[in-house]
């Protein structure tokens, strides 16, 4: 059984990246976004036209200053790899209570469809924030090139 991540988010989030679980990478890593081939934290820089950052806790602060959170849509799942559409027995997050207890959220940014989608399936829009599904920045989504999710990325998220 894999796990979500504790959320990243401080009396100052509007708004926050949501992922469906941990990769095996992240996992191993505790770090949000591990693997080296995923592009969210490159698109993130990039969006804010920022130099990129190595160090792992730099990029958490960063976000955090500009008022973005990280948490995952999926509480925990089973699930072998990493692959979304590998997952089973999964169950959700409570985004209820996170919006009771951060009243300054407004917006949630899926880095992938399928976390909309299970997200959706439960919470459809009956929750006062703004749902907005960004092109995925992991490796599996080689149909698009990355200056193409840098444009949907830019065109989506309000900074």
Do not use: C
């Amino acid at each position: 059984m894999k796990t979500s991540f504790k959320p990243f988010i401080t009396n100052q989030t509007h708004s926050i990246f949501l992922r469906t679980l941990p990769s095996e990478k992240s996992l191993k890593e505790q770090q949000y976004y591990a693997h080296p081939q995923n592009k969210f934290w490159r698109l993130v820089f990039d969006v804010f036209d920022k130099s990129y950052e190595e160090d792992y806790s730099k990029r958490i602060t960063f976000l955090q200053e500009n008022g973005f959170g990280l948490w995952d849509v999926l509480q925990k799942a089973e699930r072998e790899g990493s692959l979304d559409t590998a997952i089973k027995n999964h169950e959700l997050n409570d985004f209820e209570e996170l919006l009771k207890m951060n009243k300054s959220i407004k917006r949630f940014y899926f880095t992938s469809k399928q976390a909309y989608s299970w997200y959706y399936k439960r919470y459809k829009n009956d929750l006062d924030v703004e749902l907005i599904v960004l092109a995925s920045p992991s490796p599996a989504n080689a149909r698009l090139t990355y200056q193409e999710k840098l444009k949907d990325w830019k065109s989506k998220i309000q900074l």
